[in-house]
């Protein structure tokens, strides 16, 4: 094991050299994948637009295509033991009546990347936002080493869209399937996958929708009725449930348990070594996890990354995680920091900044290893 851990390690040394040759550019707007080129959108994390689209869902079904996301897909007979070894969750173990939330570290337990991940007979696809999808699939792919595993960019062969709001379970009856009744499990529909995801005082149903793009107009003709709302409305939905999304803004900046990621289920703590493992188990076991991801709302915009200050401080408390328009103006937003300056007034981009109204998360901060 520690044999092993010394390798990661080192092995990681060398990735994170071969990543930063990609992030940079990413960062900047530029695709390294020409295909991908077309389709890829400005850098994700803050969602700017009418706060009507945001409302929308609190009176009534819509839905939202996902354009921003991407699929790797990962294919061969050792396809879910590699992922299995590299991922924060199980993978081995993974059903396929599931979507599970998943996470690709450092060695030093830092996200990298966060992930939706399904999978069936002969593959397991990963979805996460296409701004890191080409540095992702770069740095998994030197891994793979000498396991019977193949990774691709699928986004062109997948479209996903969200249907949330009041009456999206009946809406999605159209459909003609039982809808699972807990986040994280998923039904089958032909090639599709139709999964429930985690709700919020304010938006109790959510839907994801995972198509091939050979069955996905079909899909799309039996839920024409709805109305479509903008991308950000389905992010903003995201933040409202406190689920956390990694973008190119805020990679290697959170350990899982600094944005909750344990605690909506993206890890496993009795699965074997995943780099950055050794990490995030100290942080679990060693005591009273310090930082903490937490809800709030605030009058300005803030970009993922942005720094956030307790009142009276010079240096930054924490960091946004993600941040949307809200259905009553303003902007909601996910920030870290540790869990005594939430007690002290908090401001957004410099100590005199806008102030953060904090709000109440949707559930409970457990300890998932008690």
């Known amino acids: 094991m520690r044999r092993l851990g010394q390798f990661m390690r080192a092995y990681d040394t060398f990735a994170r050299i071969e990543f930063s040759l990609v992030s940079p550019l990413m960062q900047a707007g530029i695709s390294t994948t020409p295909s991908l080129a077309a389709a890829t959108p400005p850098l994700g994390g803050c969602w700017q637009f009418d706060p009507a689209q945001a409302a929308a869902p609190l009176g009534g079904a819509v839905r939202s295509a996902l354009a921003g996301l991407g699929v790797i897909t990962v294919t061969g007979e050792d396809a879910a033991r590699f992922l299995h070894g590299q991922l924060t969750n199980d993978v081995e173990h993974l059903g396929t009546d599931r979507l599970a939330l998943d996470g690709y570290c450092t060695a030093k337990g ?3 990347a966060t992930f939706r991940c399904w999978r069936d007979e002969q593959a397991i696809q990963l979805l996460l936002p296409r701004e890191v999808l080409p540095a992702v699939l770069k740095r998994l792919a030197m891994f793979v080493l000498r396991a019977k595993a ?7 062969s997948w479209r996903a ?3 949330f709001g009041a009456g999206a379970a009946s809406a999605l ?6 809808l699972p009744a807990s986040a994280g499990q998923a039904v089958r529909l032909g090639g599709s996958r139709i999964a429930r995801l985690h709700g919020s005082a304010r938006v109790a149903e959510r839907f994801l929708v995972l198509a091939p793009a050979a069955e996905a107009q079909l899909l799309l003709a039996k839920l024409a009725g709805l109305p ?8 903003w939905s995201e933040i409202d449930a406190a689920v956390p999304t990694v973008f190119a803004a805020t990679q290697e900046k959170f350990v899982p348990q600094m944005i909750n990621f344990e605690v909506v289920g993206g890890v496993s703590f009795s699965k074997g070594c995943y780099p950055g493992q050794e990490v995030v188990a100290r942080s679990q076991y060693r005591g009273k996890l310090r930082r ?4 709030a709302h605030c009058a300005a915009a803030a970009a993922a990354g942005a720094d956030v200050f307790a009142d009276g401080e010079a240096e930054p408390a924490g960091t946004v995680v993600m941040s949307a328009s809200a259905p009553e103006g303003g902007f909601d937003m996910l920030f870290e920091c540790p869990l005594e300056k939430t007690e002290a007034a908090l ?3 410099a100590p005199d900044g806008p102030l953060l109204e904090r709000r109440a ?3 409970e901060l457990v300890d998932v290893t008690a």
């Open 110 to 112: 830092r996200l990298l």
């Open 150 to 156: 193949r990774l691709a960019d699928a986004s062109d």
């Open 161 to 163: 869209w969200a249907v």
């Open 173 to 178: 009856s159209a459909l003609g399937v039982t």
């Open 228 to 235: 479509v709302v903008d991308e950000g409305a389905f992010w």
């Open 292 to 295: 903490r991801m937490q809800l």
């Open 347 to 349: 401001h957004l981009g």
């Open 361 to 363: 998360l949707p559930y």
